[in-house]
């Protein structure tokens, strides 16, 4: 299977990084261009830099500190007047309050998050907001950049993305400090792909606002550890969060609590102690507890340990990555995130999972399936070559021996049968390019891929009559069909209705074709452990031809059964074949 050309994005912002600047961090992960000093500089999101803010989940920010004006982001923050949590409004610019702090440069949370208590204080809040007595709540947001080759195609780019990132073909702030320094100036550096600014500093009497400094960077953050934050506040990614052990500690501000973490969460997951709770308007939760933008597309991939990560479904973050096979490593190149061989000519190497059998065993599916054509959702899946050379396959050579060679993966779930098949072909003929007329009638004279499946084990040896059964054709190109055979006499015979074309995809590649499948379980869908039945067969079709009944040079069948009373027979002598008996589809299991 190859690996395609889609590349990520930066994953997770602000957590897990040593060091962030939270003085800025809040307003640049927001989409943010650059934030330091007394005044604020920012453009939330996709929007442009001054009164137009990206689509937020901010607070009011109707009280925030002095004199600070700024346009919202595509953050979260906290309502600075309650200490609780908003999920709407679209705030154009923060408060300018006298009572609570935070300027409110995040739609009324200050840039270090916002769920801020009310701080009889006051102060030139300018940076990093007063005192949060209930702890900051981090934003996170901004849009993916532009794709590029070079910064000439980053030039018009949103949110001075003006660099282009060559690991992930995308346009970004910027990929290293330096970057950042040529743009704004000192004491600005690059922080997930995001200009972030920052006061210096060499001990905490350097920072402004309560704020601590982090030795290691050398800057100001709202906090380096625990004991900077205010009592029963836990410092998280360098901000202060509401600590707890129970949900009743949080549900007044509408969270509730990550055991785990100890922390008062807006969104949940499985670690949560109550019922979830979930981001609405496509936002999705980071590791923290936090609702923002995702920070990647479907079929991003990005390289992790030497292995290739592609972007969850949800788009939250990437997955476990797949690792590279030995003496290869993993880059980008020309775009593509792939494995690489270290040696030789450096061409992309496989790295999906093999070994699979789906005559003997068929794995449940992991995630979620987008019938595409590009088969990454099942790169997880075993596959199994299929060929001439394939034990326990028959070989039709009407003209030659089909020359193809298929890489096959079959995964289940409850819902469908999940196949992608990637076929390498050096000449790609279907009958719907020979043939218009013909093209469901003689479908199987070209290049294409038949399907043979059941949902469970009790079969009456005609798919006419079978519900339970499910035989397709699906060509390199053109419409594919469903088939159901009768056998008179020995000679199938096949009535051919249109598949729903939601339920199939196909790509002609630079090496042959492929074909993605969703399937509907006919019949019903079987349970874990369950035996069900499966076969397929693979067309060869050549350029030497004289009209679409001369087009198939050969076929490939995967699995021959063999029943005593069978009368489904091949022409000229070709012995059993399954496409109008389906007892000699072979027996197999949906593992849980």
């Known amino acids: 299977m190859r690996l395609y050309d889609h590349v990520g994005v930066s994953p997770w912002l602000l957590f897990a990084i040593s060091g962030l600047a939270l003085t800025c961090s809040q307003a640049c992960a927001n989409g943010k261009t650059h934030e330091t000093g007394t005044e604020v500089t920012a453009s939330g999101g996709a929007s442009s830099a001054q009164g137009s803010g990206g689509t937020s989940q901010g607070g009011t920010g109707n009280n925030g500190g002095t004199n600070d004006v700024a346009t919202g982001g595509n953050g979260q923050g906290g309502d600075n007047n309650t200490g609780g949590v908003s999920d709407g409004g679209n705030p154009g610019t923060g408060g300018q309050g006298e009572v609570t702090g935070g300027t409110g440069s995040d739609g009324g949370a200050p840039p270090t998050g916002g769920q801020g208590a009310t701080d009889s204080s006051g102060g030139d809040n300018n940076v990093t907001g007063g005192t949060n007595a209930t702890g900051g709540m981090p934003a996170t947001g901004g849009t993916p950049g532009l794709s590029c080759m070079t910064a000439l195609n980053c030039v018009s780019a949103p949110n001075n993305q003006t660099t282009c990132d060559s690991s992930t073909g995308t346009c970004v702030q910027c990929v290293n400090a330096t970057d950042c320094v040529a743009s704004f100036g000192a004491n600005n550096d690059c922080i997930s792909k995001k200009c972030v600014g920052f006061d210096p500093c060499t001990t905490s009497t350097d920072c402004s606002n309560g704020r601590a400094c982090d030795t290691v960077k050398g800057r100001c953050v709202e906090c380096a550890g625990d004991t900077d934050c205010a009592n029963g506040q836990k410092c998280v990614s360098q901000t202060c969060r509401t600590g ?142 299929f060929s001439s050379a394939t034990p326990n396959v028959k070989v039709l050579p009407y003209h030659t021996t089909p020359p193809e060679v298929a890489t096959v993966r079959v995964a289940w779930s409850a819902a469908a049968l999940n196949v992608f098949i990637d076929v390498l072909d050096a000449s790609v003929k279907t009958a719907s390019q020979v043939d218009a007329t013909q093209q469901i009638s003689k479908i199987y004279q070209g290049d294409s891929i038949e399907l043979m499946i059941s949902s469970s084990n009790t079969l009456t040896g005609l798919t006419s009559a079978d519900n339970n059964t499910l035989h397709v054709t699906v060509p390199a190109a053109g419409p594919a069909v469903s088939v159901k055979t009768s ?106």
Request: hydrophobic content about 30%; charged content about 10%; glycine content about 14%.
């Open 244 to 385: 707890c052990v129970a949900d009743n500690a949080c549900t007044p501000s509408g969270m509730l609590c990550n055991t785990t973490l100890g922390i008062c969460v807006k969104c949940g997951c499985t670690l949560c102690a109550a019922a979830q709770l979930t981001c609405t308007g496509g936002l999705v939760c980071d590791p923290t507890g936090v609702c923002g933008p995702p920070v990647c597309n479907a079929h991003d991939k990005i390289c992790s340990n030497n292995g290739v990560a592609s972007c969850k479904s949800d788009g939250s973050g990437f997955g476990t990555p797949l690792p590279c096979p030995a003496n290869s490593s993993c880059k980008a190149s020309a775009g593509a995130v792939a494995c690489y061989g270290d040696g030789g000519d450096g061409g992309m190497v496989d790295n999906c999972a093999v070994g699979g059998n789906p005559c003997q065993q068929i794995p449940m599916l992991t995630g979620t399936q987008t019938v595409d054509g590009l088969g990454d959702d099942l790169c997880s899946v075993p596959a199994v070559k």
């Open 487 to 592: 056998n008179s006499g020995g000679a199938s015979q096949g009535a051919y209705t249109p598949l729903p074309t939601d339920q199939y995809a196909q790509k002609l590649t630079a090496t042959g074709y492929a074909i993605e499948m969703r399937l509907p379980w006919p019949g019903g869908a079987p349970t874990a452990g369950a035996t069900v039945r499966f076969d397929m067969a693979l067309n060869s079709a050549d350029s030497t031809y004289t009209n679409v009944d001369d087009l198939r040079d050969g076929q490939l069948i995967y699995y021959i059964g063999t029943v005593a009373t069978t009368t489904c027979q091949g022409t000229g002598g070709d012995g059993n074949v399954p496409f109008c008996d389906d007892r000699l589809w072979c027996s197999t299991t949906v593992s849980p």
